[in-house]
């Protein structure tokens, strides 16, 4: 029982970790048509800024989340004003804003994780942070991951919550529906655009924030997750919020259990063979309205 | 005196000047690789291989250059990065050779790139000394201008399977990484277990990257094995150290591959990595030369060098300098120098057989208390062996 018990929670934690780098592409791609190709570039900068502050500034990593978010924040308020504010502007429709936001941010992939070989080199880093056992029912975790899935799934929580039960997040649903019809009844997009930009990159930052506690770091960290985002997006559902969340769960839990009856060498088989299945029976995906 | 007299003779001493002129100011001996400066070789090639490259040709340098066949010609090195791409690692290596015409080549990071771009080198007869690239396939070439520095998978394991026996170890559970390197450790290790009576009581691989090994160090905690054996890269070494002290997995011998002797390994788990065993060759006590090496190294970098490749890597630069100055850069020449010739390196002598090196024999090293200490063979051990290993702290 208690074996069952850890292999799902393993699988539970790994998919909470993917759950919140999701929500942050989900926020660009599934509601703005942003293709973010370069979001795990920001999970990574979030995770170095991180490991910065731990070692040289003796900062606790979960009190520097909050800063790490906000900065991520600004930077994507930069981001967005350099980079992508033109293309949202000048393009005809969202298909074109998909394809040109695509090309932008995969020469902006190359330019983040480049600047980081530059500042920091290659070499893998990492600090040891809670990393004593805790024993939960006769499953044992280290301390760390427990608080990465605490975090993960209350930044997931909050911001559902945000986006169903406020009048902001009555405005960003509306803006996505309709752009124009959102500035008919005096929504502010050109506020709107922005920040909820920046708040996808928050997002990457946090996860990046919370893989640095857990995991070696490097600047070729990021791509990795943004595959597997942009897999748990497509599987639940684009724009979904609460589709994210849950793909990601299902997604680690399927490979925490994959793993156990087959070899972990089929991980990937395992990930998209449901993605396929999920596609084949639901092709807009698990959450889709 | 007249112009057409004084023009022959401006004439003369331009000839004069232009051929005379290299034997006053020798054009630099240009040595190219591709190596990894980003993507996800570049942890391992970032530490154990490029700043080697750099530090040597810097040294060399200030000495006058590099001595060949008695003259002095300063080095100029063309680096280029690999991507963590196979297909660039060939392509670069295709223009280095081919089109650049470089005097002399030194190896990218990794047994499946040098695996990748061998051929080439036999092509253009470039001889290579590879400090990063292991296992039987590629000696199995019988390419007489690759040279393994790096002892071979059969001889660390036999190492690691002898040392067993002598603690009187039954059985041992593997895990390997799903590439080139993990599968050729794998076919030394089963054979090696194999001829001692130590009995696999499991073995499973993962793929390179892999975020989450519980499920599978849960298994084999079950199975409770003597010795436990990751054949790793560097990521997952990691990984696999931290879920393995989680759940509490501590067998008597607990094995992690490449990355174990990084100095991050020990800078990162601290007390925890106390009597963790892996893949390793010297220390700064090894030998005279060997301290030398690792404090020009961390006054040039600020970091340590890794115990295991880095001194490969340097000792290869030793071979080809020493070889060069007796051979001079006519490379058919050069590449016999090597094959047969015995040098001295940081890491003892070495001599080559069929392009492996049969000098340096294969060890086992463990963690003690902030060093990484070789522990077997006896004659070759630095300290000696923490067995069983202590619990995790």
Sequence with gaps: ?289 | MKLTALLTRIAAAAVAAAVLAPAFAQAPVKIGYAIARTGPWAAGAQVTQEPNYIMWAEQVNARGGLNVKGVKRKIELIGLDDRSDTETVVRSYEKLMGSDKVDLILPPWSTGANFAMMPLAQKYGYPMLSPTATGRKLLGMKNPYFFALLQQPDLMMDALAEYLVARSAKTAAVVYVDELFGLEQLDGLERALKAKGIQIVEKKSYPLGVKDLQPVLNDIKAKNPDAFIALSYPPDTFLITAQSKAIGFNPKLFYTAVGTAFPVYRDKFGPTAEGVMGLGTWNPRTSPAAKAYFDAHVARWKKEPDRWASAHAWAGLQILEQAVAKAGLDRKVLRDTIANGEFDTIIGKIRFKNGENVSTPGVVSQWQGGEFEVVWPPDRSTSAALYPKQPWK
């Design chain 1, 1 to 289: 029982m208690g074996f069952w018990l850890e292999l799902a929670a393993t699988g539970l934690i790994t998919g909470g970790i993917y759950a919140v780098v999701a929500i942050g592409l989900n926020l660009q791609y599934g509601l703005m048509r942003i293709m973010n190709i370069s979001h795990g570039e920001f999970l990574m900068l979030g995770a170095y800024f991180t490991w910065l502050a731990h070692t040289v500034l003796k900062v606790n990593p979960l009190v520097f989340v909050p800063v790490v978010a906000f900065v991520l924040f600004v930077l994507g308020l930069v981001v967005y004003r350099l980079c992508f504010r033109r293309i949202a502007r000048t393009s005809p429709s969202v298909d074109v804003i998909e394809a040109r936001s695509l090309l932008v941010s995969f020469g902006l992939m190359f330019l983040v994780q480049n600047a980081a070989y530059l500042a920091w080199g290659a070499d893998l880093r990492g600090y040891s942070f809670l990393d004593q056992t805790v024993e939960v029912g006769s499953a044992r975790f280290t301390a760390n991951r427990l608080v990465v899935f605490a975090f993960a799934l209350g930044a997931s929580l909050v911001l559902i919550g945000i986006l169903r039960y406020t009048l902001i997040g009555k405005a960003v649903r509306a803006m996505m529906q309709s752009p124009t019809g959102a500035q008919l009844v005096g929504i502010d997009t050109a506020v709107l655009h922005p920040t909820v930009f920046g708040a996808g990159l928050a997002l990457a930052g946090v996860a990046g924030a919370l893989l640095s506690m857990v995991y070696e770091i490097s600047p070729a960290m990021g791509e990795p997750y943004t595959v597997t985002a942009l897999i748990v997006i497509t599987l639940g559902g684009l724009g979904s919020t609460v589709g994210a969340l849950l793909g990601g769960l299902l997604l680690g839990v399927v490979e925490a259990f994959g793993m156990h009856f087959t070899s972990p060498s089929l991980k990937m088989l395992l990930s998209y063979g449901v993605f396929i299945a999920v596609l084949l029976a639901r092709p807009k995906g698990l959450f889709a309205r």
